[in-house]
């Protein structure tokens, strides 16, 4: 098999399910799928449940229950979408036993441009982006949903309905009503919502990791 980072999606599944094969290896393959999917999960999981830190948690039990089911994975849907879906069903799960999706999303005061910005720049955009994610956050749950995997996350539209149990219509419908109340909410604003809900690097190693010392228990 190529290495991980060059296998395809159907190579690592196949990999990681294979009891033959020795745990280390198996979880090698499964650790590359959660990095090529990892920003996909988190950002189903907030869609939901507008905290970051309950995001995390939602995405590393994603990534348990994607493990243990790998074997159900059939290819008839794209490997993201299918894990979409799971990561879409855990978040509205987490809702009903916690009411997490009552409370008010959290500020990231993290979450920071980088590039060669000057530091009015930098806390500017800062500033915008903090906007557009407030105005997303306020949007209802069927458009917020939508707009974070087709806007934000850019996923494709059959994908999107699929993880939302969607019409490919509803999908577009959905996203064009959202970007409308965006453009409302936050009319002077330049910055590029695609943007909002940063997952960098940090974060995807935090859940990878926390992930792998589950599957070791």
């Known amino acids: 098999m190529p290495s991980a980072l060059q296998s395809s999606d159907a190579e690592l599944c196949s990999v990681a399910q294979a009891d033959a094969t020795p745990l280390a290896a198996?979880?090698?393959?499964?650790e590359a799928l959660m990095r090529r999917y990892n920003r996909l999960v988190y950002?189903?999981?907030?869609?939901?449940?507008?905290r970051d830190a309950d995001a995390e948690d939602c995405a590393q039990r994603v990534w348990v229950k994607v493990f243990r089911r790998l074997d159900g994975y059939e290819g008839r849907a794209s490997f993201g979408a299918w894990?979409?879906?799971?990561?879409?069903?855990e978040a509205i799960s987490m809702t009903r036993n916690t009411h997490s999706?009552?409370?008010?999303?959290?500020?990231?005061?993290?979450?920071?441009?980088s590039g060669s910005a000057t530091p009015e720049q930098e806390v500017s955009a800062k500033q915008a982006l903090a906007r557009i994610e407030r105005a997303v956050d306020a949007l209802?749950?069927?458009?917020?949903?939508?707009?974070?995997?087709?806007?934000?996350?850019?996923?494709?539209?059959d994908e999107v309905a699929t993880m939302l149990g969607l019409s490919e219509e509803n999908v577009r419908v959905r996203s064009h009503r959202a970007r409308i109340e965006l453009r409302r909410a936050v009319e002077h604003t330049d910055a590029?919502?695609?943007a909002a809900f940063s997952f960098d690097g940090e974060r995807c190693d935090r859940i990878v990791r926390g992930v792998l010392a589950l599957l070791e228990d």
């Open 26 to 30: 198996r979880h090698v393959a499964f």
């Open 43 to 50: 950002r189903a999981c907030r869609a939901v449940l507008r």
């Open 83 to 89: 894990v979409g879906r799971i990561a879409y069903h």
């Open 101 to 113: 999706a009552d409370l008010r999303p959290m500020e990231d005061a993290e979450r920071v441009p």
């Open 140 to 157: 209802s749950a069927p458009l917020r949903e939508v707009f974070m995997l087709r806007d934000i996350e850019a996923r494709p539209v």
């Open 192 to 194: 590029d919502a695609s």
